[in-house]
């Protein structure tokens, strides 16, 4: 959170001590004037009506004592409005409902699309460089394309310095429309010019799910979160997997955070049998289940591997595998998000993400706050990956697979 916000949001909060201070040392008319109005309206209690002319004249008097005292460069207005919107959603004390203003909820919907107009690569930040660099380049992208590479540092964009740039701030500037051009300005390890490729953004779907056919007809599949665009990523990659001959399924959801609701659905509908997949209670406790067909079971067995970074949507998939003994999983106890948020859209293009509704497992087990326990607990060897590759998790499900215990 910016500091700018966090000092409207510290008025929000802390207004009656501030009203207070105001009163003993602002001597403008205007305030005193609106002060006294306020203090012989003073409300309280958990039925008082938030919006009001109470809270309306509160914010005005806020707003004055701020224009007229406030010594260091002001916020703009409009950043100022959004704060008060995001204390009021803030007040919750829910870390997942939000507010978004226009501007950031076109961002989040690209990130719920899975789709993005940009160059098709993975930007991380540099710490010690103090500049974004370049992470992975995927296949068939623009980057790609222009021959860029993992690795190459960016020095500019658009002729626009980058050094201690944030890495959102560098991926603003890198994304835009379909079909213009941004210039990168490249330093690439063991040349000592700088480089400037020009790149053509596009439409470019973020990869969610991976797959490979390991030894003894195993499939791997791994989902990094669960987007639009996962489900038909997760099709094709079942299809080759089948196609493939697959004896076993080793399907990864470590470290995945969660995503899409209808998404996972569409996933779980494609392993498990008939019946219930997950079902939600809302405020009023009004129920909506969420089930599968079961025309798509998997007839081969599947270990799951999980581990506290699961959350959310995959949980859902962990939690209908095990409740069915469609699979056993592997790893370590699950991150434990058992609610569901909604946008809701407001008609200026802002949006409110509100928590609705809390999910269940086919079994009526709600995990907030829990996690899911795997069926053999098995902790990462952090160190042996680092040094040599090894995934213990990973040649585990291999092992229970090849052996079936």
């Known amino acids: 959170m910016s500091d700018k916000r966090k000092f409207i949001n510290g008025l929000l909060t802390g207004l009656f001590l501030a009203v207070i201070i105001a009163g003993a040392t602002y001597g403008g008319r205007k305030a005193v004037t609106v002060w006294k109005q306020y203090h012989s309206q003073e409300e309280s209690g958990a039925g008082a009506e938030v919006v009001s002319a109470r809270t309306m004249q509160k914010l005005q008097l806020i707003e004055d004592i701020i224009e007229e005292n406030y010594a260091l460069d002001m916020v703009d207005s409009k950043a100022m409005e959004n704060g008060i919107y995001q204390g009021l959603v803030d007040s919750l004390q829910d870390p997942y409902s939000a507010y978004y203003s226009a501007e950031e909820m076109q961002e989040q919907q690209e990130k719920m699309e899975g789709v993005y107009y940009g160059i098709g690569a993975y930007v991380k930040y540099d710490e010690e460089m103090g500049f974004a660099r370049l992470g992975e380049i995927f296949a068939n992208s623009p980057a790609l394309e222009s021959g860029l590479l993992e690795g190459d540092l960016i020095v500019k964009v658009d002729g626009q310095y980058t050094k201690g740039m944030g890495l ?238």
Do not use: W
């Not at 500037?173 to 079909?179: Q, T």
């Not at 019946?275 to 081969?300: F, M």
């Open 168 to 405: 959102d701030e560098v991926v603003s500037l890198i994304k835009g429309e379909e079909g213009t051009r941004v210039l990168l300005t490249i330093m690439r390890e063991g040349e000592t010019e700088a480089r400037e490729i020009e790149v053509e953004r596009r439409e470019v779907p973020k990869q969610t799910v991976s797959f490979e056919m390991m030894d003894n007809k195993i499939a791997y599949i791994r989902i990094s979160e669960f987007d639009k665009v996962t489900v038909d990523q997760f099709t094709d990659a079942m299809a080759m997997a089948k196609g493939s001959g697959m004896l076993g399924l080793i399907l990864d959801l470590r470290d995945n955070p969660g995503g899409n609701l209808a998404a996972v659905i569409d996933v779980a509908r494609q392993i498990l049998p008939k019946g219930l997949v997950v079902y939600t209670k809302d405020k009023a406790g009004k129920r909506q289940d969420y089930n599968c067909d079961g025309d798509h079971e998997l007839t081969v067995p599947m270990v799951v591997l999980v581990n506290g970074g699961s959350a959310s949507a995959s949980e859902v998939l962990a939690g209908a595998v095990k409740d069915y003994g469609k699979g056993k999983l592997l790893g370590t106890t699950t991150f434990g998000k058992g609610i569901v948020q909604k946008y809701l859209a407001i008609s200026d293009g802002s949006a409110v993400k509100l928590t609705t509704s809390k999910y269940y497992t086919p079994k009526g087990n709600n995990i907030h706050g829990i996690g899911i326990e795997p069926d053999e607990t098995l902790e990462m060897d952090y160190e042996e990956y680092l040094e040599s590759g090894y995934d213990n998790q990973l040649e585990r499900a291999k092992e229970i697979l090849v052996t079936g215990e």
